[in-house]
């Protein structure tokens, strides 16, 4: 999965539009940023990434780009 792909995926997981995400996204201004999004993240890090995380790690993160941190070298070009 490469950035833009990861970043749609992430769009539909909080249900905004496709465009609305970038880098400089601020995590608290999504209202669908809760922790049942949270789980689908964390179950997407699992079975895209082989990445497993917990809860607390994502309730940390302000931004999208310390989101796709974590996930950078598990990116594709």
Do not use: C, P
């Not at 995926?9 to 999504?30: A, K, P, Y």
């Not at 993240?41 to 310390?66: C, G, P, V, Y």
């Amino acid at each position: 999965m490469n950035l833009h792909n990861f970043i749609k995926e992430f769009e539909d997981i909080v249900m905004v539009d496709h465009g609305t995400v970038n880098l400089e996204t601020n995590l608290d201004d999504l209202d669908d940023w809760d922790s049942l999004s949270m789980a689908s993240l964390l179950a997407t890090f699992e079975e895209k990434f082989d990445l497993k995380l917990d809860n607390d790690s994502l309730r940390e993160l302000k931004t999208f780009a310390e989101i796709v941190e974590l996930v950078k070298g598990r990116l594709q070009e």
